[in-house]
């Protein structure tokens, strides 16, 4: 790493650098993780209509990633994950979080089984230190990987046909399954995985080969409808999908300076995730005792104003949470909402979100009923059929 | 001619003082010994054309309620963030600051991935400390033996804030207090050079070593400031330190008070066990209604009060109060930029603070100096070029560089200092930044070395002790500066004290100042005007 010049370039540009910014027509940047990131290339309506209409990419890159492997790989991961890890065999991948030892959510991310001995963690926030720690007394090696591999997440209903046309036949790759294709020379991995709740896949190479896949996707997808899509459009998309962001959805733990807004994962709705019965794992005993406080809840909000930041109240009148993502969303043609609201509001039922729409410099004030529905807000069978429909 | 206070000393605290006490409609007047004022944020021009910060040289501390309460922008104040700073180490390598969070993980990660990725856990520890001992820096400390209602109240409001604090917490707060910052950094930290960068907080103005218990509480008194909310961040004032007590006087005048400088005074008088004015150096006596000594707690009653005035106890406890001076100052007028050859062309870096002392075992060797009674043959410098922010204090093209150096003791092998030690514990300074900037010596237009004996002599500082006595737990809250009297009085009725000695202590904040004023006005049941409280904590 050549850091000594680094303050000319405060953000690191990802290996497909050279293709997104001549992408990026707005030259719209924002920070993630460290790296300059696409906000939206050029229209965001059209960016995340392509998702759900035909095919897009988005640079995963500056997505945080660990190498784990060794002879107690898995069992390091099954003490430190909440997940069963023994039951993901390789070439699956595994949607997961992990908690500190008071039981509060450190991050989420997907856990890669790359081979019986080698794993991959993906994930938004940095954890070496806390991986380190955690695997004493585990043969186990852990290295942080984020610039040794160039990623590409491809999702819409035609990605299939892309990566047909591509020369890569994924038509019997099921969801959270990957497999490996030659490249010009060398290999890419891709998984059938995603951030969009919609047919996708994610395509993991070196970044020596990020500028020809680049080309040689667009190449493809140029009957396909394919379009580079920023992290504004898929963010639509994962609301749609009711998919949590670490740092947007809850606090994580290692940077949570204030203590009451620590959470578990079954206050963020990850619950379902825990095997209780896989033997300890850390956090274990804490959300054994834990009485959860808050819930967290998909909303659809009345009206057709995004409702993103707002307040909720019981009865109109008792704070009792926040939304901390909400769209309308153009799929479905709702207000819908994610928040976290006090458990005993888990259910709803007198649920409203205080909204300031502001129009020409005044705000139209809004108290909207907020209904508790379930997640995903967006459903389609795309997501799951294999071998995928044509569209 | 009498009035209602009269402050002794023109440092930042006492014009504070001043300045709340003539709003509330006090006759006041403020006596300084010097022909200058400012104490130890004074900007003097030693060299024709450069303005020097010649004691305190950067501001975070400094209570932004206070700025606004006394109008000090209208008076000419600005603080202006700063940027960069670098640990030089031995091998002709780096360590770097920078603003950036990712630029600053990824330039720690050259020297220590797992460190690189430990800092936000470290932030969020340190900057919870901060959340919870801010709202004490503006409130009276309660006084834990005593059963009046108002300090029952204060010790039930500390207590919530303990008992918000989760269990894990809650430990971690009391361990924090008392460690050294060696320990405490070991619990994060694997690389020496990011440990002793982390540490330079920890040892600034303080007689002790990083592995003394005790360092981890002084790092935290450099952390918990900001600059316009940028928590931990340091600042210049613009034109140098002397610009704040500038804004203070004006602002003072400018509500009626006076100042007189060259006005030394000799002794307090008391009368039937009050103060009612003071005797100056020269015979004369000022009379007012109360005396308020900007002077540290020993100064202010070991020297200019008479000792038969005072309970032998509460001189036992005072002449035991720890103000042992550890730190000298080189303020240097510079011909041109010197060029730190470990930096790319065009670092920021050097914009800030810079160090020579890679390593936390570096940094007790020349505290080791220090017990020795030897200035640090290797020192450890807090080097700055504000001129490179600031366009106010040189000509364009020259620099004004301020060396802050540990550790200097407050005598040379128990006797005094001489010149000849002055001059070589300025050499051994000016050596060490040559080493890092070939060339650096050439030039050098002017230097000012002060010791603790200059600091002493000049500044009024006992034993040169830059906070007014010692921050370690033993010396804080209510224990400071005297167990019984952290509520700004002393024994002697209407005699009060208002400097770095008292709560919160030292670093420029201008909260002594602000808190003794307003105990003084409770005292007289008088509002206190223009007075805000600390700004929330959110």
């Excluded at chain 1, 005993?285 to 406080?293: V, Y």
């Excluded at chain 1, 104003?305 to 307040?311: L, Y």
């Excluded at chain 2, 009046?148 to 500390?158: G, N």
């Excluded at chain 2, 002793?196 to 360092?215: E, H």
Aim: proline share 5%; glycine share 10%.
């Amino acid at each position: 790493m050549n850091a000594l010049t680094h303050y000319e370039t405060p953000l690191l540009q990802t290996p497909f650098h050279a293709r997104t910014s001549a992408a990026n027509k707005m030259h719209s940047w924002g920070p993630w993780a460290g790296y300059a990131s696409v906000l939206t290339y050029e229209d965001l309506a059209m960016e995340h209509s392509s998702i759900r209409n035909a095919a897009s990419v988005y640079d995963l890159c500056p997505m945080v990633k660990y190498r784990i492997e060794g002879p107690e790989a898995m069992a390091f991961l099954n003490r430190l994950t909440v997940r069963n890890v023994a039951k993901l065999s390789v070439g699956g991948v595994q949607y997961t979080v992990w908690c500190d030892d008071a039981g509060h959510l450190i991050d989420d991310g997907t856990l890669f089984r790359m081979s019986p001995d080698r794993f991959r963690l993906c994930c938004q926030e940095r954890h070496l230190p806390w991986l380190l720690d955690s695997a004493y007394g585990f043969d186990v090696a852990i290295r942080e990987e984020t610039e040794e591999v160039a990623a590409l997440s491809l999702q819409g209903p035609t990605s299939a046909s892309v990566l047909a046309a591509a020369g890569s036949d994924v038509t019997g790759l099921k969801p959270f399954r990957m497999a490996d294709f030659a490249f010009v020379g060398g290999e890419v991995t891709i998984s059938r995985t995603g951030f969009t709740g919609d047919l996708g896949y994610e395509l993991w190479t070196v970044p020596e080969l990020a500028l020809p896949l680049w080309d040689h996707l667009f190449a493809a997808g140029a009957q396909h409808g394919l379009r580079p899509i920023g992290s504004d459009a898929l963010n639509i998309a994962r609301l749609e999908a009711g998919f949590i962001i670490t740092g947007y959805d809850f606090t994580p733990a290692p940077q949570c300076v204030r203590e009451d807004r620590l959470r578990s994962p079954v206050e963020m709705g990850l619950g379902w995730l825990i095997d209780w019965e896989k033997g300890h794992f850390t956090g274990r005993r804490a959300l054994l005792r834990a009485k959860p406080k808050w819930a967290f809840v998909g909303l659809e909000v009345d009206g057709n104003i995004g409702a993103e930041g707002a307040i909720l109240y019981h009865d109109q009148k008792t704070e009792v949470g926040m939304i901390t993502g909400a769209c309308w969303s153009p799929t479905l043609k709702k207000s819908i909402a994610l928040a976290q609201v006090q458990a005993a509001h888990a259910a709803g039922g007198n649920l409203w979100a205080e909204i300031y729409a502001l129009r020409e410099l005044h705000y139209a004030k809004m108290m909207m009923r907020a209904r508790v529905v379930d997640r995903p807000f967006f459903q389609t069978d795309r997501r799951r059929a294999t071998p995928p429909a044509r569209f | 001619m009498s009035y209602d206070a009269l402050i002794i000393g023109a440092g930042h605290n006492g014009l504070v003082a001043a300045c709340y006490l003539a709003r509330a409609g006090l006759k006041v007047c403020v006596v300084e010994k010097n022909n200058w004022i400012g104490g130890a944020a004074v900007s003097r021009e030693l060299y024709p054309g450069f303005t020097y910060s010649n004691c305190s040289y950067v501001s975070s501390l400094f209570r932004p309620e206070i700025m606004r309460d006394l109008e000090l922008s209208k008076h000419g104040l600005q603080i202006l963030p700063y940027e960069g700073g670098a640990m030089f180490t031995e091998s002709g390598g780096y360590l770097g600051m920078f603003r950036d969070h990712d630029a600053n993980r990824r330039e720690m990660a050259r020297h220590s991935k797992r460190d690189a990725e430990a800092y936000d856990r470290y932030a969020r520890d340190i900057l919870r400390h901060c959340r919870f001992i801010r709202p004490l820096l503006m409130r009276r400390p309660p006084d834990p033996a005593s059963f009046r209602p108002r300090d029952l109240a204060e010790l039930a409001w500390l207590g919530k804030q303990m008992f918000d604090l989760s269990e894990m917490a809650m430990y971690d707060m009391i361990r924090f207090w008392t460690m050294s910052i060696a320990d405490y950094l070991d619990e994060y930290f694997e690389n020496p050079v990011v440990k002793a960068y982390q540490a330079v907080g920890s040892i600034i103005g303080t007689a002790l070593g990083p592995m003394s218990p005790g360092t981890a509480y002084v790092l935290l008194h450099h952390a918990m400031g900001d600059v316009d909310g940028n928590v931990g961040a340091w600042g210049y004032a613009r034109g140098g330190m002397g610009s704040i007590t500038k804004a203070l006087a004006a602002s003072l005048r400018a509500a009626g008070g006076q100042i007189r400088a060259g006005v030394a005074v000799e002794q307090v008088l008391v009368r039937n066990g009050r103060a009612v004015g003071v005797a100056l150096a020269n015979g004369d006596e000022i009379r007012a209604s109360r005396v308020v000594s900007n002077m540290d707690v020993r100064r202010t009653f070991l020297r200019h009060v008479a000792e038969k005035e005072l309970p032998g106890d509460f001189v036992k406890r005072v002449k035991a109060f720890k103000t042992r001076g550890s730190s000298g100052k080189l303020n240097i007028a510079l011909d041109g930029l010197p060029r730190f050859t470990a930096l790319p062309e065009g670092a920021p870096n050097v914009k800030g603070d810079m160090h020579f002392t890679d390593s936390i075992e570096k940094m007790e060797a020349a505290y080791d100096d220090w017990k020795d009674g030897r200035f640090s043959r290797e020192p450890f410098q807090d080097v700055m070029i504000p001129t490179l922010i600031d366009p106010t204090m040189t000509p364009p093209g020259k620099h004004f560089m301020s060396c802050f150096v540990q550790y200097a003791p407050p005598k040379i092998e128990g006797r005094d200092w001489t010149d000849a030690d002055r001059d070589a514990f300025g050499r051994a300074c000016l050596d060490q930044i040559e080493r890092a900037a070939p060339g650096f010596k050439n030039l050098v237009l002017h230097v000012e070395v002060r010791t603790p004996r200059e600091l002493e002599a000049e500044v009024g500082l006992t034993e040169g002790n830059i906070f007014q006595g010692e921050l370690t737990f033993d010396q804080l809250l209510f224990n400071r500066p005297v167990p019984g009297y952290a509520d700004y009085r002393s024994p002697v009725r209407d005699l009060w004290i208002c400097g770095s000695s008292t709560h919160p202590g030292g670093g420029v904040m201008g909260a002594p100042g602000r808190n003794a004023a307003a105990e003084i006005l409770r005292d007289m049941k008088l509002p206190a005007k223009d007075m805000s409280d600390a700004y929330a904590v959110l």
